[in-house]
């Protein structure tokens, strides 16, 4: 039997160590299939989608078109311009090899003021994370004495965009591990156990991307860099925060268990349920993503309910597995010692008498300080950000697109598409040259040039060029009057093109945020109703968490612009960061709600909460520590929304971690009493398991 008790941790621990190189060359797949352009994951109802589908017959030969750009301080002499058409014929002989071109290179373009030269490389769509290469090649063939040289328009951007989430194999599972390592070795003050958990969550982590990879292989689910990398920080945040959970629960039985065997016996029944509703929590919430209209957000439901399914069972089966096998060796040099009871910090000790004292001052002073920090939230710019704007850092391509505007029309390269019917399209054409922010409208006559438009089913094909960069807010905006223009002169007309994608993709986020939002909401209520047995509880904390993300949301406005000078962020960003927020949130009050839902049965919810309190605060605040630094690590990545949304969740976790769960609802359960667990109430424990209960000032 002895054996028997050794042989199933061992077990455990085998498989999971034996399966972490199949599923590791699985993953390693993952990156290949990102799809990172916006108009991938549009529905099929938005017009720019209806359009793209229309515009294939016109050209059936797609491209994407590299804006090549010569750039110096006075007139270009003839020489320059020799050697600037030399640079083009070989920069598509390069792009011809890597099997890129789609077409001819244009040939040189000079700017009226004589200062610049432009060349359009067309270029195919198909080459996914490869227009890195293709891109960067480019660049190294193009630079000509005397000038400034760039590979800019829809290609170069779009390789820079790209390219801003190549770290995410490397550099961001760096920053967080690392990041975690960290907080593990100050908060254990063990050299062995913060390698086991951060193990823990490397194995979930394979796991996650294994099974991602297969699904996206399998074309269900759309996986693009975003969502790869915020499933990453997830599920590495995750499977820590449960690891840090179980750990201290084991340590505080093996005080009170000779063998490690039945300390883990009751610190796995003690923690697998929170453990578990904490995990059915994130997972209900962000598959509410499968309501977006966004293809991107679709895809990052799935991946994230992956990442933190697989996140509980390595917490509940590798690791358990682990401890076992080291026993009281895993907390070397500070092994607990059998018989020497646990006590709670004297620094949650306090917080706890502090808020069983006082908790009405407690819980009206720092409400009152997240309602003022809410009151910032309406002003939180959501209007959208731009491709070159989103690149954090040196980008050549936002440098170009910048000396492209200097001297040409800076919609030149990426026209907006309007398919209108064949007898309408002169009105059509002149309600479009009509529009303020238009450069030029011209009808497209194919190959041949000539005068006539080709016609394709009886519609017509006009690209308008826009006097603004086409990835700008502006450009995004002389859309929306376009289409509001066409609407009067020709209803059947559509406008599509880059622009346009842009645009759908800001107006369907927008959409997501009004439907998803509450589904979130009814969710993670039903969710803690069922597992606390109560209707008032779960009002209670969704409603604390709720006002948290709102706090959070009006701190970032007010530091977005006033400090951190951001030109704005997106609708899909604060989604996202709403539905994590509320998520793992609610997974904080979790452990604190069940802990003192345990407390109540034997001393009433007053004194049970701040117990709970008392207890867990330790354990809380490095988990809520972890999770914020984790998503922190996000901010590596050169790109702008994913810095916003590591500030939005860090900072978010942060505020109730040690804010909300520490006073707001221990404050609130106080002053409620045992009427927070109407209309059930918590079940007595049984005399042979006595708790020890921490010193609190009377209450």
Not at 302 to 308: H, K, L, R, T
Not at 402 to 411: D, I, K, N, P, S
Not at 490 to 499: I, K
């Amino acid at each position: 039997m002895a054996r028997l008790r050794w042989l199933l941790p061992a077990l455990v621990v085998l498989v999971w160590l034996g399966a972490a190189a199949p599923l590791g060359a699985l993953s390693g797949r993952l990156t290949g299939l990102q799809e990172n352009d916006t108009a991938a994951f549009l529905p099929d109802s938005a017009e720019s989608t209806r359009v793209a589908e229309l515009q294939a017959g016109f050209s059936p030969v797609q491209a994407i078109p590299a804006v090549l750009l010569w750039e110096g301080p006075d007139a270009l002499d003839q020489q320059t311009l020799v050697t600037i058409g030399e640079r083009v014929e070989e920069a598509a002989r390069v792009a011809e090899e890597a099997g890129a071109l789609v077409g001819e290179a244009s040939p040189p373009i000079p700017a009226d003021d004589g200062r610049a030269v432009q060349a359009f490389l067309p270029l195919t769509p198909d080459l996914g994370d490869e227009i890195i290469t293709v891109v960067a090649e480019l660049r190294e063939t193009v630079p000509v004495e005397g000038t400034d040289a760039y590979v800019t328009g829809p290609g170069g951007i779009f390789a820079d965009f790209a390219n801003g989430f190549a770290g995410i194999d490397g550099l961001l599972l760096l920053a967080a591990f690392g990041v975690v390592l960290l907080i593990l070795l100050v908060v254990y003050r063990s050299p062995l156990l913060p390698f086991l958990v951060i193990g823990t969550a490397g194995l979930a982590l394979t796991a996650a991307n294994a099974v991602a990879y297969l699904l996206a292989d399998a074309g269900l689910i759309t996986v693009n860099g975003q969502s790869q990398g915020i499933a990453a920080i997830l599920v590495v945040g995750a499977a820590t925060d449960y690891g840090l959970l179980l750990v201290a629960r084991f340590r505080e039985e093996l005080r009170r268990e000779h063998s490690a065997h039945a300390a883990m016996r009751t610190a796995l029944r003690r923690s697998w349920e929170p453990i578990v509703a904490s995990g059915a929590t994130v997972v209900l919430g962000v598959l509410c993503l499968l309501l977006s209209d966004l293809a991107s957000n679709r895809g990052l439901g799935p991946i994230s309910a992956v990442s933190v399914s697989l996140a509980v069972l390595a917490a509940l089966t590798f690791l358990p597995a682990g401890l076992v096998l080291l026993g009281r060796a895993a907390f070397w040099p500070f092994r607990p010692r059998y018989g020497v009871e646990p006590r709670p910090g004297r620094g949650w000790q306090r917080v706890a008498s502090l808020v069983g004292r006082r908790p009405r001052r407690v819980l009206a002073l720092s409400t009152l300080a997240l309602v003022a920090a809410a009151l910032f939230a309406p002003s939180y710019d959501a209007d959208g950000i731009t491709f070159t704007d989103a690149i954090r850092g040196e980008s050549n391509a936002v440098a170009g697109q910048e000396a492209l505007e200097r001297h040409f029309t800076a919609g030149i390269a990426s026209p907006t598409v309007i398919v209108a019917p064949e007898q309408s399209w002169p009105a059509v054409a002149e309600a479009a040259a009509g529009v303020e922010g238009v450069a030029s409208v011209a009808p497209y006559t194919g190959a041949g040039a000539g005068p006539a438009p080709v016609v394709v089913d009886g519609l017509v094909r006009l690209d308008a060029t826009l006097a603004v960069a086409p990835d700008s807010v502006a450009a995004i905006e002389t859309v929306q009057e376009l289409r509001t223009a066409l609407d009067g002169a020709a209803p059947q007309a559509l406008v599509g093109g880059d622009t346009a994608s842009n645009l759908d993709a800001r107006e369907t986020a927008a959409r997501d945020l009004r439907v998803i939002v509450p589904a979130v909401l009814v969710v993670i209520t039903v969710v803690l109703a069922l597992l606390l047995r109560s209707l008032v509880a779960p009002l209670l904390l969704v409603a604390t968490v709720v006002l948290s993300v709102l706090a959070t949301a009006g701190v970032a406005a007010l530091l977005f612009d006033g400090v951190f000078g951001f030109p704005g962020s997106d609708p899909g960003i604060l989604l996202i960061a709403f539905v994590f927020l509320v998520a793992l949130g609610i997974d904080y009050n979790i452990f604190l709600m069940t802990r003192a839902r345990e407390e109540s049965a034997r001393h009433g919810a007053k004194r049970g909460v701040l117990t709970a309190l008392a207890v867990t605060g330790g354990v809380i605040t490095s988990a809520g520590l972890v999770l914020a630094a984790t998503f922190g690590a996000l901010s590596v990545l050169p790109l702008l929304f994913l810095t916003q949304l590591a500030f939005l969740v860090g900072f978010g976790v942060l505020l109730d971690t040690f804010v909300v769960r520490s006073l707001v609802v221990p404050a609130a359960v106080a002053i409620v009493g045992d009427r927070v667990w109407w209309p059930g109430r918590p079940a007595r424990r049984p005399a042979s398991e006595p708790e020890p209960e921490p010193e609190l000032a009377p209450v």
